[in-house]
Protein backbone atom coordinates (compact mmCIF):
# COMPACT_ATOMS: atom_id res chain seq x y z
CA UNK A 1 0.00 0.00 0.00
CA UNK A 2 1.33 3.36 -1.14
CA UNK A 3 0.68 6.68 1.39
CA UNK A 4 -0.08 10.22 -0.61
CA UNK A 5 3.44 10.99 0.00
CA UNK A 6 4.48 8.69 -2.91
CA UNK A 7 1.54 8.96 -5.06
CA UNK A 8 0.86 12.65 -5.13
CA UNK A 9 3.54 14.38 -6.69
CA UNK A 10 2.97 12.00 -9.80
CA UNK A 11 -0.54 12.53 -10.39
CA UNK A 12 -1.76 15.07 -12.84
CA UNK A 13 -3.33 18.46 -11.91
CA UNK A 14 -6.81 17.62 -12.79
CA UNK A 15 -6.41 14.48 -10.17
CA UNK A 16 -5.21 16.70 -7.45
CA UNK A 17 -7.96 18.85 -7.86
CA UNK A 18 -10.53 16.58 -7.56
CA UNK A 19 -9.47 15.29 -4.43
CA UNK A 20 -9.10 18.19 -2.88
CA UNK A 21 -12.56 19.13 -3.58
CA UNK A 22 -13.92 15.91 -2.95
CA UNK A 23 -12.43 15.36 0.70
CA UNK A 24 -13.90 12.10 2.11
CA UNK A 25 -16.17 11.44 -1.11
CA UNK A 26 -15.10 7.49 -2.59
CA UNK A 27 -12.57 7.84 -5.28
CA UNK A 28 -14.45 7.29 -8.58
CA UNK A 29 -12.77 4.42 -10.70
CA UNK A 30 -10.86 7.33 -12.96
CA UNK A 31 -9.31 8.92 -9.92
CA UNK A 32 -8.04 4.96 -8.16
CA UNK A 33 -6.45 4.39 -11.22
CA UNK A 34 -4.85 7.70 -11.32
CA UNK A 35 -3.68 7.46 -8.30
CA UNK A 36 -2.69 3.78 -8.64
CA UNK A 37 -0.49 4.46 -12.19
CA UNK A 38 1.35 7.52 -10.48
CA UNK A 39 2.70 5.30 -7.20
CA UNK A 40 0.72 1.90 -6.72
CA UNK A 41 -2.08 0.56 -4.67
CA UNK A 42 -3.41 3.88 -1.88
CA UNK A 43 -4.08 2.49 1.96
CA UNK A 44 -8.05 2.46 2.16
CA UNK A 45 -11.11 0.23 1.66
CA UNK A 46 -12.61 -1.29 -1.24
CA UNK A 47 -16.62 -1.93 -0.66
CA UNK A 48 -18.54 -3.71 -3.38
CA UNK A 49 -21.30 -2.52 -4.10
CA UNK A 50 -25.03 -3.66 -3.84
CA UNK A 51 -27.12 -4.77 -6.59
CA UNK A 52 -26.60 -2.42 -8.93
CA UNK A 53 -25.03 0.60 -7.02
CA UNK A 54 -21.06 0.90 -7.73
CA UNK A 55 -17.99 -0.36 -6.15
CA UNK A 56 -16.54 2.11 -3.56
CA UNK A 57 -12.57 2.84 -2.72
CA UNK A 58 -12.50 5.26 0.05
CA UNK A 59 -8.64 6.61 1.34
CA UNK A 60 -7.99 6.32 5.21
CA UNK A 61 -9.14 8.94 7.38
CA UNK A 62 -5.50 9.72 7.58
CA UNK A 63 -4.80 10.20 3.93
CA UNK A 64 -7.90 12.33 3.38
CA UNK A 65 -6.32 14.82 6.14
CA UNK A 66 -2.51 14.74 4.62
CA UNK A 67 -4.37 15.55 1.23
CA UNK A 68 -6.60 18.38 3.14
CA UNK A 69 -3.40 20.33 4.56
CA UNK A 70 -1.88 20.11 1.12
CA UNK A 71 -5.17 22.07 -0.29
CA UNK A 72 -3.95 24.59 2.64
CA UNK A 73 -0.44 24.82 2.03
CA UNK A 74 -1.12 26.46 -1.62
Not at 27 to 35: N, Q
Not at 64 to 73: E, F, R, V, Y
Request: aromatic letters at 10%; charged letters at 25%.
Amino acid sequence: MASPETWWPELDPETQHWLQHHIGDALTEEILDAVVAAGGEPQGEFVPGAQEAPDRYDLTREDWDWIAAQAHSH
